[in-house]
């Protein structure tokens, strides 16, 4: 089975920390993706990545960032973390490159005071 | 601009059967993909519809008509742990994936 595994499942950060979500796959998937999951909305794609040191900006990539240094590791980054990036976090992973068959991870809920 | 459209929340009965509708407006079609959600867990893959039709996997079949912009999600024989948020995904023709709000299902004894 597919593990996609994400490292906090519960943040609280202070306004403008640095705050890093680590996210780390086993079934040596080339494509990763990073998705914010709010109350009423569609999930929102933030940031996704086809292979290793490549990123591509989602829909809504601003105050975030990302990095790919191994395959099996996506880490999503906000900067300077503010009140409005309160939310659930989804890293997922998939097979194939266009597909929608993604494999999740459980979320991290992050919480900025 | 795109959007998919499902109904917020749906009450059904333990043993029954319930429909979940999905339509929506994209640019162009690649898929439609049906997700279930357990609260606080993560999506899970339940379906993908890319040809107009009845997609059927044990209790659960999608179907997809794309003249209509349509698709639901059919729950048959309804037990406890289907209560779950139900996600309705569509791939545009750039290969994205446009999400709906998803449909919380509640089941009653």
């Known amino acids: 089975d597919v593990k996609v595994t994400q490292s906090s499942r519960y943040l609280v950060k202070r306004t403008g920390e640095k705050v890093f979500l680590e996210c780390v796959q086993d079934m040596d998937h080339e494509n990763m993706f990073w998705y914010r999951q709010d109350p009423g909305l569609g999930l929102r794609l933030i940031y996704f990545s086809y292979d290793v040191k490549m990123k591509e900006k989602g829909d809504i990539p601003e105050g975030y960032s990302v990095s790919r240094e191994k395959k099996e590791r996506f880490s999503l980054i906000l900067e300077s973390a503010s009140t409005n990036q309160t939310s659930m976090y989804l890293c997922?992973?998939?097979?194939?490159?266009?597909?929608?068959?993604?494999?999740f991870g459980e979320g991290s809920r992050l919480t900025v005071l | 601009g795109q959007n998919i459209d499902q109904p917020t929340e749906m009450t059904a009965t333990e043993g029954a059967i319930v429909q979940i509708n999905c339509t929506y407006q994209?640019?162009?079609?690649?898929?439609l993909f049906w997700y279930q959600q357990h609260a606080g867990e993560a999506p899970t893959f339940l379906s993908y519809?890319?040809l107009d039709g009845l997609e059927e996997k044990g209790r659960f079949s999608s179907f997809l008509s794309r003249s209509k912009g349509y698709s639901y999600l059919l729950l048959k024989e309804l037990q406890m742990k289907d209560s779950a948020s139900y996600l309705c995904?569509?791939?545009?023709?750039?290969?994205?994936?446009?999400w709906g709000a998803g449909t919380k299902l509640i089941i009653k004894p």
């Open positions: 997922a992973s998939s097979l194939l490159r266009y597909t929608g068959e993604l494999f």
């Open positions: 994209t640019s162009g079609f690649n898929g």
């Open positions: 519809n890319v």
């Open positions: 995904a569509v791939m545009d023709s750039n290969y994205q994936l446009i």
